[in-house]
């Protein structure tokens, strides 16, 4: 059995691997942390992880991990993981920190850097495009929910440049991507029945979209407008991605249809959590999964690819990504532990 510890199950990031990973059967929970519960039952804190029999530690007191994973917010994240990196034991951070390439980047965009001798290790686990990375690291940096959805549907265009440079990814977010701690803008009475873009000069999680395309393709100097919108909802993100294919890369007609929806079947033929779909998504329909649905359609009016993306922003844009990483990390079966459906309306 693989011994995991959870940094941080206090926020709902952290408290979704728990739920995960009660039912991974490769894994033996043998410790999770918490600041502001420290010494509570696990299901005394959370009543719905029932059955979970653990106590809330604080960091560091997690016994002999074979891995960790840890889900503080940015800066709080790597510090709390190099004590275990310096062990040799193996990370998986839900946070930013080890996302970016260049410190210098990470460092305009969040805070200086508490772990900048580890950044070069750090394999970046958007685990379809990057699995033969992953399974030889020993630090992975989980993406970004948003970045999770937007790749996954540039992927198979960016890749074979079937696209000019120009990319709008409209995204709109659950209330749960914005976190457990309090904040006026998820107030029930501000957020409900209302919906609003921010991030509109630069979201943090920009750099990570551009820096995963120029990954695919560093042939096109990549212009990426992102919007990312917070609607009345608890978990999920909707992204519908707007491209301009390259003259004579489709026809515009339903020849060009199949031809887009195929190209998009062959290059996710094998993937578990992907699935392409014939009609546009919902997110109830990935809502608790690890799966990212895929609908990739012409504007034929207007000569355009519009690919629309659904994950959950816990499963697939956290939790459970981390354990899929976690699996081809230490070579387990991929899908291990993560084959739950949807729960659905
Ligand atoms: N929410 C998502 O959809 C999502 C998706 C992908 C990645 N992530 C990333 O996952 C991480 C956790 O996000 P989350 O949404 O789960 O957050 P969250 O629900 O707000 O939980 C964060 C918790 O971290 C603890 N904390 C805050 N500052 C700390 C510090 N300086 N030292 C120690 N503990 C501290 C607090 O718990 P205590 O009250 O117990 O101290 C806080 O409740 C973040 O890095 C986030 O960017 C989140």
């Known amino acids: 059995m693989i011994r995991a510890g959870i940094i941080n199950v206090t926020g709902y990031a952290?408290?979704?691997?728990?739920?995960?990973?009660?039912?991974?059967?490769?894994?033996?929970?043998?410790?999770?942390?918490?600041?502001?519960?420290s010494g509570t039952e696990l299901e005394t804190f959370l009543p719905h992880?029932?059955?979970?029999?653990?106590?809330?530690?604080d960091e560091g007191e997690i016994e002999n991990?074979?891995?960790?994973?840890?889900?503080?917010p940015h800066k709080a994240s790597a510090e709390a993981c190099i004590g275990y990196l310096n062990q040799g034991v193996k990370v998986v951070d839900i946070s930013a920190d080890f996302r970016l390439d260049s410190l210098?980047?990470?460092?305009?965009?969040y805070v200086e850097h508490p772990a900048p001798e580890y950044m070069d290790q750090a394999v970046?686990?958007?685990?379809?495009?990057?699995?033969?990375?992953?399974?030889?690291?020993?630090?992975?940096?989980?993406?970004?929910?948003y970045p999770t959805g937007a790749l996954l549907g540039l992927a198979p265009l960016v890749s074979e440049t079937m696209i000019t440079k120009d990319v709008i990814v409209d995204s709109k977010s659950g209330v749960s991507g914005a976190g457990r701690s309090l904040g006026l803008n998820v107030h029930f009475s501000e957020a409900n029945e209302d919906v609003s873009a921010y991030?509109?000069?630069g979201h943090r999680h920009?750099?990570?979209?551009?820096?995963?395309?120029?990954?695919?393709?560093?042939?096109?100097?990549?212009?990426?407008?992102?919007?990312?919108?917070l609607i009345p909802m608890t978990r999920g993100i909707l992204s519908t991605i707007y491209t301009h294919p390259l003259d004579s890369a489709l026809p515009m007609n339903d020849g060009g249809q199949k031809q887009l929806t195929d190209l998009f079947k062959e290059f996710y033929r094998d993937e578990p959590f992907i699935r392409v779909t014939d009609a546009p998504p919902h997110t109830k329909q990935v809502a608790g999964s690890n799966m990212t649905q895929i609908h990739p359609t012409l504007d034929v009016r207007s000569g355009k690819i519009v690919v629309v993306t659904a994950i959950d922003n816990l499963v697939k844009g956290a939790a459970g990504q981390a354990i899929q990483n976690m699996n081809v990390m230490l070579d387990i079966k991929e899908t291990q532990g993560l084959m739950g459906l949807a729960l659905f309306p």
Request: charge should be negative; proline fraction near 5%; glycine fraction near 8%.
């Open 104 to 109: 210098k980047e990470y460092e305009s965009w």
């Open 65 to 72: 991990p074979d891995v960790i994973f840890s889900a503080l």
């Open 14 to 37: 952290g408290m979704e691997l728990a739920r995960l990973l009660k039912f991974h059967p490769d894994v033996d929970l043998v410790g999770v942390t918490g600041r502001s519960a």
């Open 206 to 229: 920009l750099p990570e979209i551009e820096q995963g395309l120029a990954e695919l393709n560093s042939s096109v100097d990549w212009a990426v407008t992102f919007t990312p919108h």
């Open 199 to 201: 991030g509109l000069q």
């Open 49 to 57: 992880l029932d059955g979970m029999n653990q106590l809330i530690k």
């Open 124 to 145: 970046y686990g958007l685990t379809e495009l990057n699995r033969d990375k992953v399974s030889v690291s020993r630090l992975v940096a989980n993406p970004g929910c």
